[in-house]
């Protein structure tokens, strides 16, 4: 089993910078792929940044050049740093890593950003 833990969330006014941390513990042999999406009221889950398993990094759309994710191996961590947030970044932050062939999800991190 593999547990992820989030953290980092908080409230932001606009304009303003936060970094979300996630770890992952437990039996893990090997990970293939880590990252960041989010889920913010009435909406589907969409992803914000990731690390896939080809070996390339991609980010949502309304994110790039504010967001920047970056990972420590040694550690099973993967970090996401906001700058320039926005309202619209209101969220919940979910990490997810692809563990031996299976996905695990965090439960969340709430980030809102205040206008």
């Known amino acids: 089993q593999v547990q992820l833990v989030e953290s980092g969330g908080g409230v932001v006014q606009a304009g303003g910078s936060l970094r979300l941390s996630c770890a992952a513990s437990g039996s893990i042999l090997s990970i293939a792929a880590m990252g960041w999406y989010r889920q913010a009221p009435g909406k589907q889950r969409e992803l914000v940044a990731a690390?896939?398993?080809?070996?390339?990094?991609k980010f949502g759309d309304s994110v790039k050049g504010r967001f920047t994710i970056s990972r420590n191996n040694a550690k099973n961590m993967v970090y996401l740093e906001m700058n320039n947030l926005k309202p619209e970044d209101t969220a919940v932050y979910y990490c997810?890593?692809?563990?031996?062939?299976?996905?695990?999800w965090g439960e969340g991190t709430l980030v809102t950003v205040s206008s």
């Open positions: 690390f896939t398993a080809g070996g390339n990094t």
């Open positions: 997810h890593f692809l563990v031996d062939l299976m996905g695990y």
